[in-house]
T-cell receptor, first 110, second 115 residues
Framework: GQQVMQIPQYQHVQEGEDFTTYCNSS?????IQWYKQRPGGHPVFLIQ?????EVKKQKRLTFQFGEAKKNSSLHITATQTTDVGTYFC??????????FGTGTLLAVQP | DTGVSQNPRHKITKRGQNVTFRCDPI?????LYWYRQTLGQGPEFLTY????????KSRLLSDRFSAERPKGSFSTLEIQRTEQGDSAMYLC?????????????FGPGTRLTVL
């Protein structure tokens, strides 16, 4: 079945450093969504990418969707302690269900 | 608050008991999803409804699990004869039909502990 993998599983950075998480799907996606989950919380929608090669920015966050629509990345510039949490990508395919990635847990040391 | 709500937030039960969870979606959303999340993993899709019709069920959803959305508004997820392996966070999400741009908004979840 369809699988979505993320690397790294865990990243520890000093506040102010940059952070990137990568997402790879075993199949072509119709769209990809990114979510952030704080410890003890629920996934909170960040953004959706639909077009091949699409790049979107939200303040310090930059999201990319690969040309083949099978991979994506999230880059955070100059991390802050408020960025702490697990970042999930979630692929949308032929049906409406989302296939979530394995997640990247980001720890930010002040 | 106009977001997705779930009740109860926590449920502790003994093995073999039945439990039922409720999800109230965002009011104008016609699609409703159930996911299950265990510690350290991403949410796993269980089932989804468009209005009152259950359109897809995961193979994860054994015959002990049943979900309903009788009037196309709130939904319930029932687990019969609970097992310790059912312990997880059960998440509900809703969206409005929009082709492939189906952004899903999650509720706070119901954390189930089976003793």
């Amino acid at each position: 079945g369809q699988q979505v993998m993320q690397i790294p599983q865990y990243q520890h950075v000093q506040e102010g450093e940059d952070f990137t998480t990568y997402c790879n799907s075993s199949t072509t996606l119709s769209n990809i969504q990114w979510y952030k989950q704080r410890p003890g919380g629920h996934p909170v929608f960040l953004i959706q990418l639909v077009k091949s090669g699409e790049v979107k920015k939200q303040k310090r966050l930059t999201f990319q969707f690969g040309e083949a629509k099978k991979n994506s990345s999230l880059h955070i510039t100059a991390t802050q302690t408020t960025d702490v949490g697990t970042y999930f990508c979630a692929g949308g395919g032929a049906t409406n269900k989302l296939i979530f990635g394995t997640g990247t847990l980001l720890a930010v040391q002040p | 608050d106009t977001g997705v709500s779930q009740n109860p937030r926590h449920k502790i039960t003994k093995r073999g008991q039945n439990v039922t969870f409720r999800c109230d979606p965002i009011s104008e959303h016609n699609r409703l999803y159930w996911y299950r999340q265990t510690l350290g993993q991403g949410p796993e899709f269980l089932t989804y409804f468009q209005n009152e019709a259950q359109l897809e069920k995961s193979r994860l959803l054994s015959d002990r699990f049943s979900a309903e959305r009788p009037k196309g508004s709130f939904s319930t997820l029932e687990i019969q004869r609970t097992e310790q392996g059912d312990s997880a966070m059960y998440l509900c999400a809703s969206s409005s039909q929009g082709g492939h741009t189906d952004t899903q908004y999650f509720g706070p979840g119901t954390r189930l502990t089976v003793l």
